[in-house]
């Protein structure tokens, strides 16, 4: 089992910039690949990022693409997802997940993950 708990969310204006990060216990994140999604009200989860095991395959979701960067450091067990230029239509629940990849691969489909957070909320003002 792998536990899973974001932080770092909070209000910002527009064009601000905020830093999440997801801390695993339970086992090493080395061997998952590692995902952000988010859940805006009235809306279904959607992808934001991934990145593989070992941080060398990324992927973005168009809309977050040059703007967010996923990044993740094996020793401490902890993954991050640096937000700029955040604008009002990013506002959400931001959810980190863990899937068991014996390839280096990173999926981006909400289904191939199997432990999630409880997410963190994101508010963006105009």
């Known amino acids: 089992q792998v536990q899973l708990v974001e932080s770092g969310g909070g209000l910002v204006q527009a064009g601000g910039s905020l830093r999440l990060s997801c801390a695993a216990s339970?086992?090493?994140?080395?061997?998952?690949?590692m995902g952000w999604f988010r859940q805006a009200p009235g809306k279904e989860r959607e992808f934001v990022a991934t990145?593989?095991?070992?941080?060398?395959?990324?992927y973005y979701a168009d809309s977050v693409k040059g703007r967010f960067t996923v990044s993740r450091d094996n020793a401490k067990n902890t993954v991050y997802l640096q937000m700029s230029t955040l604008q009002p239509e990013d506002t959400a629940v931001y959810y980190c997940?863990?899937?068991?990849?014996?390839?280096?691969?990173?999926?981006?489909?909400?289904?191939?993950?199997?432990?999630w957070g409880q997410g963190t909320q994101v508010t963006v003002s105009s």
């Open positions: 997940a863990a899937d068991f990849e014996l390839s280096d691969t990173a999926p981006m489909t909400l289904g191939s993950y199997n432990y």
């Open positions: 990145i593989s095991w070992s941080g060398g395959s990324t």
């Open positions: 339970g086992r090493p994140l080395r061997w998952y690949a």
